[in-house]
């Protein structure tokens, strides 16, 4: 039941509304700043470089030169479609790969930088996308995000509870109130640079945003044991699956 109601969400909402339109939701805050914000997550990039979640590719006008390979993954089928489209306009050679990010078909540490924008929001368990995120960067190499979180004001924060469910089903299994970046900092990446700010012209409970570069370790050292770091009453780390 679940999985026909699923069926019946991707495509029509899924596929009309939420890929079909999300150039033109997004316009407004994308003009109010979010594109130059893109820009400056991707400012650092440099080399063999994956993407994950491309959803239909707001990012790619912002690569840096430095980029020597680009590799976009993306797993939801209706938006696979819209990022083909953005890929045969780009003068840049890009690879397509359809994933979701938990299970990438990379070999270990084979890229010099991982690219995420507003993906741990939706993804059903961030601790592992994390983990895989480190797997296929090579020693030293960075994790560029971008993200929407948990608002630090606990007024705020509760309003985002409350907005969760709608918002799950408006934003394809988003979520408005996820601590993404406690769960950043229990993980095994070391965060080197960090921007916390608001994303401009963002309604209030979904602009807490997080901006920023992470490292794996040199040494290639096995993950650490996660800190307990916490700010508020958690959102949801076990939503159910994208469905995609
Ligand atoms: C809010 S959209 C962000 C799209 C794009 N990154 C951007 O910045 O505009 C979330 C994206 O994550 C994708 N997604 C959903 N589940 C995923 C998963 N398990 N792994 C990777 N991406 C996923 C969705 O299909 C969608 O494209």
């Known amino acids: 039941m679940a999985n026909l109601l699923k ?39 440099y080399g063999r470089t ?4 491309t959803g239909t590719g707001l990012n790619l006008p ?12 993306e797993p939801y089928p209706p938006m696979v479609a819209k990022l083909e489209e953005k890929v045969r306009d ?16 990379f070999p270990d540490a084979s890229f010099d930088t991982v690219a995420a924008a507003m993906i741990l929001c939706t993804v059903r ?27 630090r ?27 993404t970046l406690e769960t950043l900092a229990g993980s095994s990446l070391e965060i ?15 602009e807490a945003m997080a901006i920023g570069r992470a490292v794996r370790r040199p040494d290639g050292a096995p993950a650490k044991e996660p800190e307990k770091v916490s700010v508020g009453k958690a959102g949801s780390n076990g939503s159910p699956d994208c469905g995609c």
């Open 125 to 151: 368990d961030p601790d592992v996308v994390l983990k895989e995120i480190e797997r296929v960067l090579k020693p030293g190499g960075q994790y560029l995000f971008l993200e929407h979180v948990r608002n």
């Open 50 to 53: 994956v993407e994950l979640g």
């Open 153 to 179: 004001d606990p007024r705020i924060a509760r309003r985002q509870d409350l907005m969760q469910i709608g918002w799950y089903w408006f934003g394809n299994e988003c979520h408005c109130n996820r601590p």
């Open 192 to 206: 080197a640079d960090l921007q916390e700010s608001k994303m401009p012209g963002a309604w209030e409970f979904i």
């Open 7 to 45: 069926k019946a969400y991707n495509a029509t909402w899924g596929k009309y509304v939420f890929a079909g339109m999300y150039d033109k939701f997004l316009s407004h805050v994308e003009k109010h700043g979010l594109a130059e914000k893109r820009a400056e997550m991707l400012a650092p990039a």
């Open 62 to 73: 912002h690569y840096p030169d430095a980029v020597t390979e680009l590799v976009l993954t």
């Open 90 to 105: 780009n003068p840049r050679r890009i690879q397509l790969t359809v994933a979701g990010a938990e299970r990438l078909p």
